[in-house]
């Protein structure tokens, strides 16, 4: 995927600023895009050169000029061309999921610490893409998936808590089986 056509799909709607761009990505498309303003004008002007944005100045009474960026016709048909196209599998770059894959490098004791804080973690991205609610149509239906898959996270952590624990006999491990 491409921040390339993220932008594509962000100015299907209307015309935006590059700033309007990247408060709409924060905003109905968190956690599953993010991108800066320092990758996000270079790929406006690589868009528009390819034809598929337009560019016009606006001239404010105070204050810098903004640019604003349209989708062209030629850059309408790529977004639909990139959207219909089946996508490859997953690929995920998850440092929290890498972190847990070299755990063996802490004591038993540090173990615990170190899932318990990555747990916190997921726990408090859940919480807040909840409270930011849910953007419209399919972005809502994207971020449903997004807290799917960090709900998933976070019961994988919870398990490998319950896994690294060493309990003190055979009665506190029913014990803990039951609950």
């Known amino acids: 995927m491409s921040l390339a056509h993220v932008l594509l799909g962000l100015l299907s709607e209307e015309a935006r600023t590059g700033y309007e761009l990247e408060h709409a990505m924060g905003e109905e498309l968190e956690p599953i895009w993010h991108a800066e303003f320092s990758q996000i004008y270079p790929t406006l002007a690589r868009l528009r050169r390819a034809g598929f944005v337009t560019l016009r100045l606006l001239e404010p009474r105070r204050g810098p000029r903004r640019h604003?960026?349209?989708l062209t016709a030629s850059g309408r048909r790529e977004l639909r061309r990139w959207?219909?196209?089946a996508s490859a599998p997953p690929r995920l770059r998850d440092e929290g999921l890498v972190r847990i894959a070299f755990l063996d490098a802490l004591a038993p004791s540090e173990r615990r610490?170190?899932?318990?804080?990555?747990?916190?973690?997921?726990s408090r991205e859940i919480r807040r893409l909840r409270l930011a609610g849910t953007p419209p149509g399919f972005r809502g239906k994207a971020r449903r998936a997004a807290?799917?898959?960090?709900?998933?996270?976070?019961r994988s952590i919870r398990q490998l808590l319950q896994e690294v624990e060493v309990p003190a006999d055979r009665a506190t491990l029913a014990a803990r089986k039951r609950r």
């Open 83 to 85: 959207v219909a196209e």
């Open 113 to 122: 610490h170190a899932l318990a804080a990555q747990e916190e973690i997921v």
């Open 68 to 70: 604003l960026y349209r």
């Open 147 to 154: 807290l799917e898959r960090l709900e998933a996270a976070r």
